[in-house]
Nanobody, 125 residues
Framework: QVQLVESGGGLVQAGGSLRLSCACS????????MAWFRQAPGKEREFVAA????????HYADFVKGRFTISRDNARSTVYLQMNTLEPEDTDIYSC??????????????????WGQGTQVTVSS
C-alpha cells in the first residue's frame, strides 16, 4: 500500500520560510518522479514543483519565482519543498504526489496516481 505523509506546514508571517516534507512508503521511491501541488478550498489543484527520480531535473510553476526549491533524499524516501519569501497568496493546502515514471515530471494532477493528505500553509500579512 502506497502512503505519502506530509509534514512541516503551519502559520508563518509574510517573508518567512517553511520546509515541507513528504515521507513515502509502499513503492521503490527512487523509481518515480515526485511533485508538490497546492489547493485552496473551492479551487482546482495547482502545480507547484516537480523533480525527477535522481533529483537532476526539476520544474517549477511561474509563480514560484525562484522562492521555492524542491529536493529529494532517496535514502530516506522523502521529498522536500523549501519555501522562502512566503506571501499571503501562498496560503493553501500543499500536497505531495508520486508519479508513474522516473524521468517524466508532469504538471497535471492526473499524471500522479498517489497523493498525500496535505498540509496547511498559512501566511499572514
Amino acid at each position: 500500500q502506497v502512503q505519502l505523509v506530509e509534514s512541516g506546514g503551519g502559520l508563518v508571517q509574510a517573508g518567512g520560510s517553511l520546509r515541507l516534507s513528504c515521507a513515502c512508503s509502499g513503492r521503490t521511491f527512487s523509481n518515480y518522479a515526485m511533485a508538490w501541488f497546492r489547493q485552496a478550498p473551492g479551487k482546482e489543484r495547482e502545480f507547484v514543483a516537480a523533480i525527477n527520480w535522481r533529483g537532476g531535473s526539476t520544474h517549477y510553476a511561474d509563480f514560484v519565482k525562484g522562492r521555492f526549491t524542491i529536493s529529494r533524499d532517496n535514502a530516506r524516501s522523502t521529498v522536500y519543498l523549501q519555501m522562502n519569501t512566503l506571501e499571503p497568496e501562498d496560503t493553501d493546502i500543499y500536497s505531495c504526489a508520486e508519479g508513474t515514471s522516473d524521468a517524466y515530471i508532469g504538471q497535471r494532477p492526473d499524471e500522479y496516481p498517489y497523493w498525500g493528505q496535505g498540509t496547511q500553509v498559512t501566511v499572514s500579512s
